[in-house]
């Protein structure tokens, strides 16, 4: 059996997207997913299967998840390795960068291509950076995340679909389950 780790977007941000941590554990193990535990209730998920692809892994879950809520919910898988990875990366990148107000994490559905994390990287302003490392784009930002001009939605505009985590939380998972 593999480990990976599945991050649900756009979940528990209203009263119509409701999906609380008993209810994604359910469906995921329904889906026939052993050692499922989740973290916190913005879509957090481990899983254990015998199947090797992401993308095989996101489609099940997709369809389990649309199945028990009646809506969609995109979902992104990185392996442990991969978590670990994102989670090193966000340490170096805060550790560099004294003074960061906040820092989030897109977690990416696809691998970027050098064109688009050029593009992305570009959106950086002298407040503001875009930090694009495999299939995570670290958004670094000031203080307040609802006046900044990156967001997750602008990330998605250039690098596809995406979900966002503090870096906190990333460095969480990758401890609890790295």
């Known amino acids: 059996m593999t480990t990976y780790v599945a991050f649900l977007r756009a979940i528990n941000l209203g009263s119509r997207r409701t999906f609380p941590k008993d209810a994604i554990k359910a469906a995921v193990e329904g889906a026939g997913f052993t050692g499922v535990e989740t973290y916190i209730n913005t879509g957090n998920v481990r899983l254990e299967t015998r199947m090797r692809s992401p993308a095989r892994i996101e489609d099940v879950l997709e369809k389990a998840f649309l199945a028990d809520r009646d809506f969609e919910v995109p979902t992104i898988v990185l392996s442990i390795a991969d978590l670990v990875r994102v989670a090193e990366d966000a340490a170096e990148l805060a550790a560099a960068r ?64 995406a979900t966002n985590r503090r870096d906190t939380v990333i460095t969480t998972l990758a401890s609890r389950w790295g």
């Not at 950086?124 to 694009?132: K, L, P």
């Not at 995340?145 to 998605?156: G, L």
């Open 98 to 161: 004294e003074g960061v107000g906040r820092h989030y994490v897109s977690v990416l559905k696809e691998t970027p291509t050098q064109a688009a994390v050029r593009r992305a990287e570009a959106l950086s302003t002298e407040a503001e950076r875009v930090v694009v490392r495999g299939r995570a784009a670290h958004l670094l930002l000031g203080e307040n995340y609802h006046e900044a001009t990156i967001d997750n939605a602008v990330v998605e505009k250039v690098l596809g679909p």
